[in-house]
């Protein structure tokens, strides 16, 4: 039941990241977005990781953890990505 409960939960915050996934991706700039929360989040993923192979409990539930700091991780190569665009546009403007 306890593993139950953890992986409804870890469900529960990944639900959202495809929707941010998108969102940065198609918004092609890195405003609104924040890269310490997003580095926060991928650490506490990070750390559910860590606490399923230290504690030798690895069942399905780490499988959701995994899932979800890809999802961060990949938020996170496209904030860069928009990051860099809203450089190379504010030299646009300057110009």
């Known amino acids: 039941m306890k593993d139950l409960f953890e992986t409804i939960m870890v469900i529960s915050f990944g639900i959202s990241w495809p929707i941010s996934i998108m969102k940065s991706w198609k918004a092609r700039t890195a405003k609104g977005k924040s890269i310490?929360?997003?580095?926060?989040?991928?650490?506490?993923?990070?750390?559910?990781?860590?606490?399923?192979?230290?504690?030798?409990?690895?069942?399905?539930?780490?499988?959701?953890?995994?899932?979800?700091?890809l999802m961060v991780f990949t938020d996170i190569v496209i904030y860069s990505r928009n990051v860099r665009l809203d450089r190379q546009l504010l030299k646009q403007i300057k110009a």
């Open 36 to 69: 310490f929360f997003l580095c926060f989040i991928l650490m506490g993923y990070a750390f559910g990781i860590a606490s399923k192979i230290i504690g030798d409990s690895i069942n399905y539930v780490f499988f959701f953890y995994c899932l979800n700091f």
